[in-house]
């Protein structure tokens, strides 16, 4: 299976008319760079994937947006096991019983770093992403923590500089 683990684009900050956590909206920058990266998804999964994401609405905004360039546009599956704090076990079971060529991930940092690190290296790394930022690995069936490849890891400023388009 095709995985791409993404932490949901840059957001608004507490205050104001924003009272929660959940309610925290993308902000304008964080909307432009999602739609960037769903461009550049697009490209590289010309199927469209299955995309599951956190409930809060920074998660399902930067799933809508990342979905966007597909025909017709994906819609993203929320999966309680992406809310903050994350047990990466419960995500791998869950993405074990589909059976989908393709999924995207969207949650939160730290866990979509650590889930990574999980993957990749069984928790012996640790991987900061910034908003926004894309990896690009192999699950395969019935595996674990330190199993899965991983192909490549983007982020949006390294998008804007090698491809700027202004949304």
Known sequence: ?????????????????ITTDNERPLSPRGESEARAMGRVLARVEPQPPLFVCSPLLRARRTAELLGEPFT??????????????????????????????????????????????????????????????????????GTGGGSARLHWLVTPDLIGLLSPHKD
């Open 72 to 141: 017709p546009a994906v819609q993203a599956d929320v999966w309680e096991d992406l809310t903050p704090g994350i047990r990466f076990k419960d995500v791998v079971a869950h993405l074990q019983a589909t059976s989908v060529h393709a999924v995207v991930l969207i949650g939160h940092q730290p866990d979509m770093g650590h889930l990574l690190a999980y993957l990749i290296a069984d928790g012996a790394t640790e991987i900061a992403l910034p908003p926004g930022a894309m990896a690009s690995l192999t699950l395969s069936p």
């Open 1 to 17: 299976m095709n995985l791409y683990v993404v932490r949901h684009a840059d957001a608004r900050p507490l205050g104001g008319a």
